[in-house]
Antibody
Framework: EVQLVESGGGLVQPGGSLKLSCAAS????????MHWVRQASGKGLEWVGRIKSKTNSYATAYAASVKGRFTISRDDSKNTAYLQMNSLKTEDTAVYYC?????????????WGRGTLVTVSS | QSVLTQPPSASGTPGQRVTISCSGG????????VNWYQQLPGTAPKLLIYSNNQRPSGVPDRFSGSKSGTSASLAINGLQSEDEADYYC??????????FGGGTKLTVL
């Protein structure tokens, strides 16, 4: 089955760190760019960042709101992408979705995980 | 505040045609393609339209998309009760950022 499964969410104090994982199955993970999108409760979608494939030098890009605090990485041997979140703020509280961009020409996400909830609170 | 602007709500009765607008700028919609996502209550978003007007396999042809300049629209013909959901437009921005609209909550009356 083609799917993405996020894990690693939970409760963390402000200033703390958390690392999310996104396990892929059913498709050639190494060929796809992987993105993270988040959604605060009752709010809209916010793009967090992405990592391209090895062919594209694993290039990363981040939203201004997380740049310098979040790091996206991947392990193609494990078919897994990661989101390392440091210096967490209360406004980072959200459901974090892992998504796939499989089309190299056009930018869209054709596969989404179910999401994992991150709560930043003291 | 979202980079792409959508109306917060829309509504229609079964069988009606409903359109949802999405307004952006020259660095996003103006120079890149637009996508639309449908998010049913309590679920992850699902790709509805890509590359301005293309439907993924399995999406009914009641859904259509269009783009002109720095604006885009999603149209739903023959509205059905199961279409009640949140709809988001999205595009890549040349500043190396993905951008979304704030979302439109569609109510089927």
């Amino acid at each position: 089955e083609v799917q993405l499964v996020e894990s690693g969410g939970g409760l963390v104090q402000p200033g703390g760190s958390l690392k999310l994982s996104c396990a892929a199955s059913g498709f050639i993970f190494s060929g796809s760019a992987m993105h993270w999108v988040r959604q605060a409760s009752g709010k809209g979608l916010e793009w967090v960042g992405r990592i391209k494939s090895k062919t594209n030098s694993y290039a990363t890009a981040y939203a201004a709101s997380v740049k310098g605090r979040f790091t996206i990485s991947r392990d193609d041997s494990k078919n897994t992408a990661y989101l390392q979140m440091n210096s967490l703020k209360t406004e980072d509280t959200a459901v974090y979705y892992c998504t796939r961009r499989s089309n190299p020409t056009y930018w869209f996400f054709d596969l989404w995980g179910r999401g994992t909830l991150v709560t930043v609170s003291s | 505040q979202s980079v792409l602007t959508q109306p917060p709500s829309a509504s229609g009765t079964p069988g009606q045609r409903v359109t949802i607008s999405c307004s952006g700028g020259s660095s996003n919609i103006g120079s890149n393609t637009v996508n639309w996502y449908q998010q049913l209550p309590g679920t992850a978003p699902k790709l509805l339209i890509y590359s301005n007007n293309q439907r993924p396999s399995g999406v009914p042809d009641r859904f259509s998309g269009s783009k002109s300049g720095t604006s885009a629209s999603l149209a739903i013909n023959g509205l059905q009760s199961e279409d009640e959901a949140d709809y988001y437009c999205a595009a890549w921005d040349d500043s190396l950022n993905g951008v979304f609209g704030g979302g439109t909550k569609l109510t089927v009356l």
